[in-house]
C-alpha cells in the first residue's frame, strides 16, 4: 500500500472500489474528511472491515493506544459513508441527489474511524494520533480546515448515524491544533467548562431575583434574554 500514513499498520480489506475491488476514485478528487466513532474495539474493527460480507470499511483506524491502521488507499474509495439520509446540504461539496450520491460521496472523501463507543472521550494517545493523522491529510490532500470540509458521519446522515462521532468527539481541540491554536489540557478544559456553567447559573439567579418586581411581559422577554445568554456560556 503505497504513499501510507507513517508508522500505521496495513490491513486488508475487500470493501472498497467502485466496482467493488476498483483502484481510483472516479475521476472524483478528495476534498474531505469524514470522521466516525466505531462502536467497538479495535479488535472488531478489523474483523468487520476484512469481512466482504459488512460491506462497509474505512481508509483508516485510530486506536485508543494510539496506533493507526489503514485499510484502503488514500487513492481509492472506501464505504465508510455512503448511506446519505437527511444530509447536512449546507456541506458544498456534496454532490447533487440522485442515485449515484451516496457512491460520490465516498469518492471525494476520506473516512477516519476512532476505536470506542458514541459519549467516550478518545484517550490522549487517540486524541494525538489522529491530529497528526489529519494534519497529514490536509497537507497532503489540500482539505480546507473548516466545519464544511472536516465533518462527523452524522453530517451525511443525521437519522441512523447522529451518534457518530458523538457528543464527546473533540473538535474544537481538533480544529484548534489543525489551526495551530494551542490545545488545552483535560484539566485546564474542566476548570474552563465550570467557569462557564457558573456563569450560565449566574445569569439564571439574577433573573429569578429580578422576577417579581417584573410584569408578565417584562418577565417573558428577561426569560427570552436569559436563556440566550445562558446558551452563549455554554456554547450551544
Known amino acids: 500500500m503505497p504513499d501510507s500514513f ?6 486488508a480489506t475487500p470493501n472498497y472500489g467502485y466496482p467493488p475491488g476498483s483502484s481510483g476514485r472516479g475521476g ?3 476534498v474531505a474528511i469524514v470522521d466516525h466513532i466505531a462502536q467497538g474495539t479495535k479488535a472488531s ?9 459488512s460491506q462497509v470499511s474505512a481508509h483508516f483506524g485510530v486506536m485508543r493506544d494510539g496506533t493507526v491502521h489503514q485499510y484502503v488507499r488514500e487513492e481509492d474509495a472506501s464505504w465508510g459513508a455512503g448511506l446519505l439520509e437527511k444530509p447536512d446540504e449546507t456541506l458544498s461539496w456534496l454532490p447533487p441527489a440522485g442515485p449515484a450520491r451516496g457512491q460520490k460521496v465516498n469518492q471525494r472523501a476520506i473516512s477516519i474511524e476512532h476505536e ?3 459519549g467516550e472521550p478518545l484517550t490522549p494517545e487517540q486524541f494525538q494520533a489522529t491530529v497528526e ?5 490536509v497537507h497532503k490532500w489540500s482539505i480546507p480546515v473548516d466545519s464544511f470540509h472536516i465533518v462527523g458521519h452524522n453530517s451525511l446522515n443525521s437519522v441512523s448515524r447522529q451518534g457518530c462521532p458523538g457528543p464527546a468527539f473533540p473538535w ?4 484548534a491544533a489543525l489551526q495551530g491554536a494551542p490545545v488545552r489540557s483535560p484539566s485546564e478544559r474542566a476548570v474552563m467548562n465550570k467557569q462557564r456553567v457558573q456563569r450560565a447559573l449566574d445569569v439564571v439567579w439574577g433573573w429569578s431575583e429580578r422576577m417579581e418586581q417584573l410584569s408578565a411581559a417584562q418577565a417573558a422577554k428577561e426569560l427570552k434574554d436569559a436563556v440566550v445568554a445562558i446558551k452563549e456560556e455554554v456554547g450551544l
Open 172 to 175: 474544537a481541540d481538533l480544529f
Open 28 to 30: 472524483e478528487q478528495i
Open 45 to 53: 474493527l478489523d474483523a468487520t472491515f476484512g469481512n466482504s460480507n
Open 133 to 137: 493523522l489529519h494534519q497529514y491529510l
Open 116 to 118: 470506542g463507543f458514541s
Open 6 to 11: 507513517p508508522g500505521s499498520t496495513q490491513r
